[in-house]
């Protein structure tokens, strides 16, 4: 796979590495109250997880992705566009990217999970055809306690 893979004339995607933790952090803390940290970012490179990053013709940071393999199955762990960048389409295009990389990878299925109070989230996965297939109780930290996640699933089809 090339190490920069285009998406169209004006944005790729580059593999995420350490060097550039800094700026997927800055993304990381300002979209979410509750973020990954850079442990979280760096165990999943150390653990040979697909992590991504979209950059303009400038080489901007505009997003990022964060995904696992196992077997015949993709867990999407994380994609964010960066507060500046949405309302423009990159969700959508980076998740048609990922989806992409799973039918590559041969994979049946590809799952998530969401909070139900991110709505735009909900809505990307929803028009993309993921489906509820049930919830992980207390599974994301919130304000004074914990939030339910909501586990979708899109069913790819087989090569």
Do not use: K
Not at 15 to 29: F, S, T
């Amino acid at each position: 796979m090339s190490a920069q893979l285009r998406v169209d004339g004006a944005e790729r995607f580059v593999p995420m590495d350490r060097d550039g933790l800094n700026a997927v952090m800055a993304i990381e803390l300002d979209l979410y109250p509750f973020p990954w940290t850079r442990g979280n970012f760096e165990d999943s490179l150390q653990a040979g997880y697909g992590a991504w990053t979209l950059r303009d013709d400038r080489d901007h940071l505009l997003g990022y992705c964060v995904f696992m393999l196992a077997v015949d199955e993709m867990h999407l762990l994380n994609l964010s566009v960066a507060r500046v960048h949405q309302g423009q389409g990159l969700g959508g295009r980076m998740l048609a990217w990922v989806v992409q990389r799973a039918i590559e990878h041969r994979a049946q299925a590809v799952i998530l999970e969401v909070r139900p109070s991110n709505n735009g989230a909900r809505r990307l996965y929803a028009r993309f055809g993921f489906q509820h297939i049930g919830w992980r109780r207390g599974y994301y930290p919130a304000q004074g306690g914990r939030e339910d996640a909501e586990v979708m699933r899109l069913g790819l089809r087989s090569s």
